[in-house]
């Protein structure tokens, strides 16, 4: 894990299936897709820095309909973004 870029309050390796289900509970509107302020928050949340551009980087990443959004089929792609902040993620 590359210091500096998580807070220190996430442990890790995470499962592939345990990091979706998190960004999936960050979801809090309950509309089923993440916008990047819910995005921000969650991060904030869990202590990774720069929450604020990464939400935005991630949005940009993930999102391949271009609705601004995340929905669920986008998610992967978001949980493969993340492992790039220092969270190891297993399959």
Partial sequence: MRKGWCGGRVEAPWLENQMKGVFRAFDTNGDGKLSRKELKVGLKSLGIRF????????????????DGLICDEEIDELTKYASKWGISITP
Avoid: L, Y
């Fill in 51 to 66: 929450a604020g551009f990464r939400a935005w980087r991630a949005v940009r990443h993930s999102d391949a309909n271009g």
